[in-house]
Structure formats: C-alpha cells, structure tokens
C-alpha cells in the first residue's frame, strides 16, 4: 500500500491530499529516510511524521485497503510522540 493511502485510511491525517503534501515537503519518514507519496509499505515499517507542534511515531502492524473507524487502531502501535 502506498504510503499516502495509509496514512489516510489510518485516519492520521484527514485527507488523503494533505498525505500527499505532507510526503512532498519532506514531513514524513520511514525507517529513517524520506519518502514520496508513492513509497510502499511493509507491515513492521517505522513511519514518523512531522507536525507543527511535534512528531508521530509509528510502527506500521497491518495493511488494509478499508477500516471501520473502531478498527484503526489495530493497524499500527505508537512508538511516541
């Protein structure tokens, strides 16, 4: 799964475009490096995204392409804030 869709179905961020600007201005990493909207993920990936107030950290456990809004939280583990 692309990297922007994740972080969009995961519901970390809003929109799928805002994924995509967050990839684009170099506010997101996985496994250390920055990526493209288009990197793909594996499950156990460590994503870390920059926001104006901090960083989210991440470990990617589950890939799915739809999750019911309950169901978000099975598809990755917080490392930190």
Excluded: H
């Excluded at 600007?21 to 156990?44: M, T």
């Amino acid at each position: 799964m692309r990297i922007d869709k994740y972080l969009k179905v995961s519901r970390i961020l809003k929109r799928r475009s805002l994924s995509k600007e967050a990839c684009d201005g170099d506010r997101v990493f996985v496994n250390g490096k920055q990526v493209k909207p288009s990197y793909k993920l594996s499950v156990g990936d460590v994503i870390e995204v920059a926001f104006g107030s901090g960083t989210l950290k991440i470990r990617v456990l589950s890939l799915k392409e739809q999750v019911k809004k309950d169901e978000v939280s099975s598809l990755y583990e917080i490392l930190g804030e």
